[in-house]
């Protein structure tokens, strides 16, 4: 005990300049090793994380005609620029999960009917009196829940596409700069084949 305090009494007392610098050099140290983590960053961080989850994911490599892309809830969007390569947009939509027959018509013409054995009423069921009965059958048939677009994007919903059943898709071209076509979408039954479309005029 004796030799440490003789020791002690060698070392000669520190100077507030050495201080100040001992308190700068701890504290350097505690700035190195600490990652201060700051709200604007976290908030970046989040808005990113969230971004990457909502970007939906597309389907195919697209061509300037058509676009498929998939939401994180499985809706397709589909772009519809050009009526052309139906065979194509067909394969995108079979790799997003729906079986589809697509085809693209001429102005004022249709497909000539029947092509295939409808799922519901939507196609090959009785006509409707009114637009009060169009409306309540709207609300009520798969085939009108299935697709719901305007001239230029349309969207897919799979969850009303029962397994085994073909979305098919007429789009007969309106040369018009506010309706770029017009569409006919049914559901196929399960099972029954869609017959290769014979074009026909609207009134025939």
């Known amino acids: 005990m004796d030799a440490l305090k003789a020791m002690w009494e060698t ?3 520190a100077t507030p300049k050495d201080l100040a610098g001992a308190r700068r050099r701890l504290l350097d140290g505690m700035h190195t090793r600490r990652r201060v983590v ?11 994380a969230a ?15 058509y676009a498929v892309t998939k939401d994180q809830d499985g809706t397709l969007t589909v772009t519809l620029k050009e009526l052309r390569d139906p065979d194509g947009l067909e394969a995108e939509l079979a790799a997003a999960g729906v079986k589809a027959d697509v085809t693209f018509l001429a102005p004022g013409t249709r497909c000539e009917v029947p ?4 799922a519901d009423e939507s196609y090959g069921g009785s006509p409707v009196d009114s637009a009060a009965e169009l409306r309540e059958r709207v609300s009520k048939v798969r085939s009108y ?3 719901r677009g305007n001239s230029g994007k349309f969207q897919i919903f799979p969850e009303y ?5 073909t979305l098919v ?30 074009p026909v005029s609207h009134t025939g």
């Open 11 to 13: 070392i000669p007392p």
């Open 38 to 48: 700051t709200v604007p960053r976290v908030l970046v961080a989040v808005a990113a």
């Open 51 to 65: 971004a990457v989850a909502l970007t939906p994911q597309v389907i195919g490599t697209g061509t300037s005609a």
């Open 115 to 118: 092509r295939f054995v409808g």
């Open 145 to 147: 829940k299935a697709i």
């Open 161 to 165: 596409i029962k397994p085994g059943e």
């Open 169 to 198: 898709l007429e789009f007969s071209d309106e040369r018009s700069a506010q309706v770029l076509w017009r569409m006919g979408s049914w559901l196929a039954k399960a099972g029954s084949p869609v017959k290769s479309c014979t």
